[in-house]
């Protein structure tokens, strides 16, 4: 079992940055691909990063590609997405996930454990 505990939302301009924060319990934190997704008003859930147990591979949506960085710590068991160049469309409730197997899955369906999210705002 692992729980999740996100931090770090927030209202934020344009241009602007934020970093959210996510720190696990549980035994299994070091043994699991981490993910953040994210969920705007009216639209399906979409993984917008992921990260390996180890921290050695990431992958980024297209629409954030150079604006944000997925990193880990597993020593304090947290994962974190540090977003710049903040944009509108950017504004969402940011979801931290624990996959359930290696290799970077992209599908919500292959991760079984999740936070409660944390409201992120972008204003123009």
């Known amino acids: 079992q692992v729980r999740l505990v996100e931090s770090g939302g927030g209202l934020v301009q344009a241009g602007g940055s934020l970093r959210v924060s996510c720190v696990a319990s549980?035994?299994?934190?070091?043994?699991?691909?981490m993910a953040w997704f994210r969920q705007a008003p009216g639209k399906e859930r979409e993984i917008v990063a992921a990260?390996?147990?180890?921290?050695?591979?990431?992958w980024y949506t297209d629409s954030v590609k150079g604006r944000f960085t997925i990193s880990r710590d597993n020593a304090k068991m947290s994962v974190y997405l540090q977003m710049n160049g903040l944009k509108p469309e950017d504004t969402a409730v940011y979801y931290c996930a624990a996959a359930s197997r290696i290799g970077l899955p992209k599908s919500a369906i292959d991760y079984p454990y999740w936070g409660q999210g944390t409201q992120v705002t972008v204003s123009s």
């Open positions: 549980g035994e299994t934190f070091s043994t699991r691909d």
């Open positions: 990260i390996s147990k180890m921290g050695g591979s990431t």
